[in-house]
């Protein structure tokens, strides 16, 4: 069974610093992996993800995120976080194991409330 | 919103009653979602549509059912509304089927069950 971990319910950084969000998968085959962010009163948005090749992964608005085999980990990034950054932040995982061309389940992390701190 | 557009975008419905949810979408992409969004679960899947007449079941279908008769009209419908029913609910599409490819989610629409 595939999973997805994002440990921290929420994380507040200041204006301007960097910020991390985490994220820990489960998966029996290859893992295929998202960000989607959540602006109050909106549906979610891709924002980014990762497939194969490079490990570190460019999306949107200027966040980025580093797949970590060893760790099993995803976690999402941005160099200098902004006030407009401020939402609440999900992981989602598919696993790439049996896809015989049915569907595929995808699995979505909790959610992780983003404060950004003028 | 990808032009997904969700009907209605509150509802407040009565124990008992049955309520449908409809799903728009104006690129005619073939697989289409429904989820449900609770505080501690993140979204659950409840249904999918893999085409016009073809929709299977996800992890929490019980007491849901969806009909799709219109490759744009995805329709979710509570055929006894209860209280544990009130939720967030978001429609999404893919371009394809692939597990790679990303979703894209409409606005949600927000329903109490009283």
């Known amino acids: 069974a595939q999973s997805v971990a994002q440990p921290e319910d929420q994380v507040n950084v200041a204006e301007g610093n960097p910020l991390t969000v985490k994220c820990t998968y489960s998966?029996?085959?290859?893992?295929?992996l998202f960000w989607y962010v959540q602006y109050p009163n909106r549906g979610l948005q891709f924002l980014l993800k990762?497939?194969?090749?490079?490990?570190l992964v460019k999306g949107s608005y200027g966040f980025e995120a580093e797949f970590n085999k060893s760790q099993t980990s995803f976690h999402l990034k941005k160099p200098s976080a902004l006030v407009s950054d401020s939402a609440l932040y999900f992981c989602?995982?598919?696993?790439?194991?049996?896809?015989?061309?049915?569907?595929?389940?995808?699995?979505f992390g909790i959610g992780t409330k983003l404060q950004v701190i003028p | 919103d990808a032009g997904i557009t969700q009907s209605p975008r509150h509802k407040v419905t009565e124990t008992g009653t049955p309520v449908t949810l409809r799903c728009h979408q104006t690129?005619?992409?073939?697989?289409m979602y429904w989820y449900r969004q609770d505080p501690g679960h993140g979204l659950r899947l409840i249904h999918y549509?893999?085409?016009?007449?073809?929709?299977d079941k996800g992890e929490v279908s019980d007491g849901y059912s969806v009909s799709r008769s219109k490759t744009e009209d995805f329709l979710l419908t509570l055929e006894s509304a209860t209280s544990s029913q009130t939720s967030v609910y978001f429609c999404?599409?893919?371009?394809?089927?692939?597990?790679?490819?990303?979703?894209?989610f409409g606005p949600g629409t927000r329903l109490t069950v009283l």
């Open positions: 999404a599409i893919s371009v394809g089927q692939g597990p790679y490819n990303e979703q894209f």
């Open positions: 998966v029996s085959g290859n893992p295929y």
């Open positions: 990762y497939i194969t090749g490079d490990n």
């Open positions: 989602a995982v598919r696993d790439g194991v049996g896809n015989s061309g049915g569907y595929q389940k995808v699995t």
């Open positions: 690129e005619n992409h073939r697989y």
């Open positions: 549509s893999y085409g016009v007449k073809d929709t």
